[in-house]
């Protein structure tokens, strides 16, 4: 049971660290709005 718990953490980790990397780009994208007006 402390494998899986440990298992369990890891991955969830990860795939939050994923979701804030590709988030961080569409952010970037839709900054660039000074250059717009």
């Given at each position: 049971?402390?494998?899986?718990k440990s298992?369990?953490n890891p991955?969830p980790?990860k ?8 988030r961080?780009?569409p ?11």
């Amino acid at each position: 049971m402390s494998n899986q718990k440990s298992n369990a953490n890891p991955q969830p980790n990860k795939k939050s660290n994923e979701t804030s990397t590709p988030r961080k780009k569409p952010l970037n994208n839709g900054k660039p709005n000074k250059t717009d007006p």
